[in-house]
């Protein structure tokens, strides 16, 4: 909303047409991402904060960073791959286990082709045939800033830190040299300039906001309040659902 068109109900407006559309459509599961001031006008319209916490908004800083990830290990039982090279539909299938949204039309040849886009995967063999190979995959788009990053889905703590690691160490390589299209064995440079990548970390998992800060990150003061209509979310950002343990930053950062 424009500051001079606030406060004459034309936001509340908006907001009920787009509810009406989705009981139209018979949407069950309606949820929204809340900045802290506007938390309590989404309360009185019936959302509820998801009590298994926020979305917290963090970045790091390439050129003062660069030694948090200097102990890189990837696990040599597993092949570190370009997102590209996954088959689309898993990566979409993998989407809907970890947040119960169904958005296959967009994890398409188009998304993947984009230029602003890289992406790690951690598999299992060489033949990906299924979403029990993936142990963990992140995207990352490259903005003037530098880089959001986002999603990260992964099986366990090790997985996730591998897959972030290798993103940061592939931003450093972008900055540095732009036309860098592969995103696998290209050297480290020294001096990529200023730039930040920045994320939205899910703190439902326990673990995600420690992994982020044990690799250099830091909060930037800014949280969103993930909510759900009357309360009901989706399975699998429930207690005991996928995003609980799988899930470490959100795919929101990444779109654009």
């Known amino acids: ?133 993936i142990c963990a995959w992140t995207i990352a788009r490259q903005v003037p800033q530098g880089f959001r990053l986002g999603p990260v889905y992964a099986v366990d703590q090790k997985a996730a830190r591998t897959i972030i690691q290798s993103a940061m160490e592939h931003a450093i390589r972008r900055i540095e040299n732009p036309s860098t299209n592969s995103v696998i064995s290209h050297p480290r440079v020294a001096n990529p300039g200023s730039h930040t990548v920045t994320a939205e970390i899910w703190d439902g998992n326990p673990h995600a906001v420690k992994l982020f800060e044990m690799l250099g990150w830091s909060t930037v003061g800014v949280d969103y309040h993930r909510m759900w209509l009357d309360g009901k979310s989706t399975p699998q950002q429930a207690e005991g659902g996928l995003a609980y343990s799988g899930m470490y930053a959100i795919f929101d950062a990444a779109i654009g």
């Open 1 to 133: 909303m424009q500051p001079t068109s606030q406060g004459k109900g034309h936001g509340r407006a908006l907001f009920d047409a787009v509810l009406q559309e989705f009981r139209d459509n018979n949407t069950s599961i309606i949820g929204l991402d809340a900045v802290v001031e506007q938390k309590a006008t989404y309360e009185r319209r019936g959302f509820v904060e998801s009590p298994l916490g926020k979305l917290r908004c963090m970045s790091w800083d390439i050129p003062t960073n660069i030694d948090h990830i200097a102990s890189h290990d990837p696990d040599t039982s597993l092949q570190l791959v370009d997102i590209k090279d996954v088959p689309h539909h898993l990566l979409a299938k993998s989407d809907l286990d970890h947040t119960g949204f169904e958005r296959k039309h967009l994890w398409s040849e188009k998304f993947f082709s984009r230029s602003d886009l890289f992406g790690f995967a951690l598999v299992n063999g060489n033949n990906v045939s299924g979403t029990e190979d």
